[in-house]
C-alpha cells in the first residue's frame, strides 16, 4: 500500500493565485521529497526536508513538515500555467526505498 | 548534476515478445537503482531494486521472471519485459541513488518508457 496520500487528488487555480497540496504518510522517516510529473513524463525533484526540519523554502515553493502529524504540504505561490502537473511527495520508510504517494493533479488556468 | 538518461521513450511491441528498457547514468555511478511503473493517474509503484553485480530485489507481487533486472555496471540498469502482453502497458521509470551528486539529495529520475503492447 502507499506510504503517502497526497490531498486534494485534483485542483484547478486561476493564474497568480497560490496552490497548497498536502501529503500524510504512516511510518517514521528520514527525509520527505516533492516531485514534479508532467504528463506522460518523468519526475522532477522540486524539494527535499529532513525529518528534523520544519519548513523549507525554494523559490516559488514553500515545503513544511510536521512529523507529529505524519504530514507535509507543498505551497506554490503566484502560480503559473506551466505549474500544471502532477505533484507527488515521496517518503523514506525503508533505506533508499521511496515510497510515492498518490500524487495532486494540478491545473492552473491562464 | 546528476542525469539519468532512460531508453526508449516510448515502445510499442506486439504480444508475445520481449522489450528492454535502459537505464543509464550518465555521469555518475550507481551501484543502486531502481524501476517504477505507474498506471494512467496513478503514483508510482515501486518495483524493484537493481544492485550492480547481484541480484535485484523485487517488491513483493512483481514476477521476477516476468520482469527481468540486470544491472552488469556501474552505468546501466535494463528492464527486460518478457512474453509482454497488454496488461503490461504502463509507463515504467527507474530512477538511480545520486546522493551526493547534484543538488537533489537522493535519487535522479529518468524520463520514462511508454510501453504499449498491442
Known amino acids: 500500500s502507499q506510504q503517502g496520500e497526497e490531498d486534494p487528488q485534483a485542483l484547478s487555480i486561476q493564474e497568480g493565485e497560490n496552490a497548497t497540496m498536502n501529503c500524510s504518510y504512516k511510518t517514521s522517516i528520514n527525509n520527505l521529497q516533492w516531485y514534479r510529473q508532467n504528463s506522460g513524463r518523468g519526475l522532477v525533484h522540486l524539494i527535499l526536508i529532513r525529518s528534523n526540519e520544519r519548513e523549507k523554502h525554494s523559490g516559488r515553493l514553500r515545503v513544511t513538515l510536521d512529523t507529529s502529524k505524519k504530514s507535509s504540504s507543498l505551497l506554490i505561490t503566484a502560480s503559473r500555467a506551466a505549474d500544471t502537473a502532477s505533484y507527488f511527495c515521496a517518503t523514506d520508510p525503508r533505506a533508499y526505498k521511496y515510497i510515492f504517494g498518490t500524487g495532486t493533479r494540478l491545473k492552473v488556468l491562464a | 548534476g546528476a542525469v539519468v538518461s532512460q531508453h526508449p521513450s516510448r515502445v510499442i511491441c506486439k504480444s508475445g515478445t520481449s522489450v528492454k528498457i535502459e537505464c543509464r547514468s550518465l555521469?555518475?555511478?550507481?551501484?543502486?537503482m531502481f524501476w517504477y511503473r505507474q498506471f494512467p493517474k496513478k503514483s508510482l509503484m515501486l518495483m524493484a531494486t537493481s544492485n550492480e553485480g547481484s541480484k535485484a530485489t523485487y517488491e513483493q507481487g512483481v514476477e521476477k521472471d516476468k520482469f527481468l533486472i540486470n544491472h552488469a555496471s556501474l552505468t546501466l540498469s535494463t528492464l527486460t519485459v518478457t512474453s509482454a502482453h497488454p496488461e503490461d502497458s504502463s509507463f515504467y521509470i527507474c530512477?538511480?541513488?545520486?546522493w551526493g551528486k547534484g543538488d537533489n539529495y537522493g535519487y535522479t529520475f529518468g524520463s520514462g518508457t511508454r510501453l504499449t503492447v498491442v
Open positions: 530512477s538511480a541513488n545520486s
Open positions: 555521469d555518475f555511478q550507481a551501484t543502486t
